[in-house]
């Protein structure tokens, strides 16, 4: 597994077990903001992937054990 904190939508996803749909529903309420919780892997590109910062979504989201995760 990367050391990388930043996971594609699938793997943050995979790991909640939750939809795609429910992920982009957090972020068009303001739950999961763009910078912080969320970056495009593209940046000049703005249908572009996003990448999600694992440790910042689950604290977000208020799950226990966010930061030892």
Not at 1 to 25: E, F, H, N, V
Not at 37 to 56: E, F, I, M
């Given at each position: ?16 077990a ?17 910078g912080h ?10 249908r ?13 989201l208020?799950?226990?054990?966010a930061?030892?995760?």
């Amino acid at each position: 597994m990367s050391s990388s904190p930043w996971l594609t939508t699938d793997a943050l996803c995979q790991q909640l077990a939750i939809s795609r749909s429910t992920l982009s529903r957090w972020r068009q309420q303001g739950l999961l903001r763009s910078g912080h919780h969320w970056a495009r892997k593209n940046p000049t590109c703005p249908r572009s992937d996003l990448l999600w910062h694992r440790q910042r979504c689950l604290a977000a989201l208020g799950i226990p054990g966010a930061a030892t995760r």
